[in-house]
């Protein structure tokens, strides 16, 4: 799990770093400045409201010295029951010299949520003592005590308010973070967008587009990357230029020199003997009177033309012909040649297992080569076989690929021959030329697809035969 994590990391691109960065960095400063803010928030909001409610005992002491000088308890009362309008108070209490209690009014308040403020009442014997309240009193002052008020206060106003501008901040906060994030998200994918072109052009260019070239971005430092990217790529097109024209020319000229020895064999071992039964056919149909139509008379010429053709592709190897494409559906096409198999395996045991979608799926091919082709591989595999057992053919498609597995029972393939047997010639069978599985290599490149040999997990072979298929 340690290794997944620090693979996902390091698969993150530019473009989700950077923006995984500015958000921790907005995230982190605005946290910051959202705490010092609402502490410095609490803090004056705190100081501002104990001000007040001292303010408020004070200005309610001076109100009381009369009251309590004459023993008003009602007037003490309406004092106190008047200061009660103030929302914040939750309780007044007024007391004489000695203690005793001379008005007392309160009001529910939520637990935990209150704190006292008491003032003294302080007996006036002057004018100029009138104009301040007093925020102490020393020893002297102390003996013109007449009295004290109580102020009872709920901080719950206070709690609510700062709630509020907390929940405010918060909001402004993330809104001015998710703007900043907005920002810099189109600030770094302009500086990120020259960058994943050029990694897509070289995705393109590993695909196989080798005409491809990047274009410059706005940036110097994206202008010279797209600049060497350019000059790497035309330094490769010229030396796979050289490399695969010396490579045909090779190629060319030992095909040409194997042809030259394999040539008179196959026109005289194979062209003439297929032209005497040709013949003998035909004259068969005429002392027979076969019917024209006749299902089996058919395949057998059919089959007869096509051999004849596949030994001319043999004498032509070296300069194959161009296939005539047209749009075919390949699972009624490879139905097609499972059920010629089934004919020309009657004196063979082998069963055909097939596993062929139903669903039409069509491709512009040379039905002919593919034909050719397969049965290739099918001849093969019942070869491998022994003329018993089971040859599995199954054939699906995935994506825009139409794909052929066919498996077989035999001893399969030496880890030593997998990357040889589509080279013609190859060959581990005694009788056998090594042009039919080179052949089957030959028509799926020149459909633009691909083929491939493996063993199985048990016993036997299995070849894959992939052709682009139409959309």
């Excluded at 709690?159 to 909001?171: H, P």
């Excluded at 003997?273 to 068969?284: E, Q, R, T, V």
């Amino acid at each position: 799990m340690k290794n997944l994590g620090k693979i996902s990391g390091r698969n993150l691109g530019i473009h989700i770093r950077l923006l995984f960065a500015v958000f921790t960095l907005i995230g982190a400063v605005t946290f910051a400045l959202g705490y010092m803010g609402i502490n410095i928030s609490r803090q004056f909001v705190q100081t501002r409201f104990e001000e007040r409610m001292h303010f408020l005992a004070r200005y309610l002491a001076l109100n009381a010295e009369l009251g309590i000088l004459i023993d008003d308890r009602q007037m003490l009362e309406s004092l106190a029951s008047n200061l009660m309008a103030e929302k914040d108070i939750a309780g007044v209490a007024v007391f004489g010299s000695s203690g005793a209690n001379l008005a007392d009014v309160s009001k529910k308040t939520p637990p935990g949520s209150v704190f006292v403020v008491e003032s003294p009442v302080f007996l006036r014997e002057s004018e100029e003592e009138s104009k301040a309240f007093y925020a102490g009193y020393d020893d002297k002052t102390y003996e013109k005590m007449i009295g004290r008020v109580q102020i009872t206060c709920s901080s719950e106003g206070m709690e609510k308010l700062l709630t509020r501008m907390k929940m405010r901040f918060v909001w402004l906060s993330t809104g001015m973070a998710c703007l900043s994030l907005v920002l810099f998200y189109f600030i770094s994918r302009s500086l990120v967008a020259p960058i994943s072109r050029l990694a897509q052009a070289a995705r393109q260019v590993a695909g196989g587009d080798f005409d491809l070239r990047a274009q410059p971005g706005g940036l110097p430092e994206t202008n010279e990357l797209a600049a060497a990217f350019n000059a790497m790529l035309d330094s490769l097109e010229n030396s796979r230029e050289a490399l695969r024209e010396a490579n045909e020319r090779i190629l060319r000229q030992n095909t040409l020199a194997e042809m030259g020895k394999f040539s008179m064999m196959i026109a005289h071992e194979v062209k003439n003997p297929l032209s005497i039964i040709k013949s003998s056919l035909d004259i068969l149909k005429a002392d027979f009177a076969f019917l024209s139509g006749d299902t089996m008379v058919l395949y057998i010429e059919d089959e007869i033309m096509r051999l004849n053709r596949l030994i001319e592709d043999f004498l032509a190897f070296a300069h194959p012909a161009r296939p005539l494409f047209r749009r075919v559906d390949m699972n009624a096409l490879l139905k097609e040649i499972v059920i010629r198999s089934e004919l020309y395996k009657k004196d063979s045991s082998v069963i055909i297992d097939s596993d062929i979608c139903p669903e039409p799926c069509y491709a512009n091919v040379d039905s002919d080569l593919i034909i050719r082709a397969v049965e290739n591989i099918l001849k093969n595999a019942f070869e491998a076989n022994g003329h018993k057992g089971v040859v599995k053919v199954r054939a699906f498609r995935r994506d825009d690929i139409w794909t052929v597995e066919i498996k077989d029972q035999g001893e399969g393939i030496e880890p030593e021959n997998i990357g040889k047997i589509f080279e013609p010639f190859f060959t581990t069978r005694s009788k056998g030329t090594g042009l039919g599985l080179a052949y089957v290599s030959q028509v799926v490149m020149a459909h633009g697809g691909s083929v491939a040999a493996g063993n199985r997990g048990q016993k036997g072979a299995v070849f894959h035969l992939e052709i682009p298929a139409l959309s």
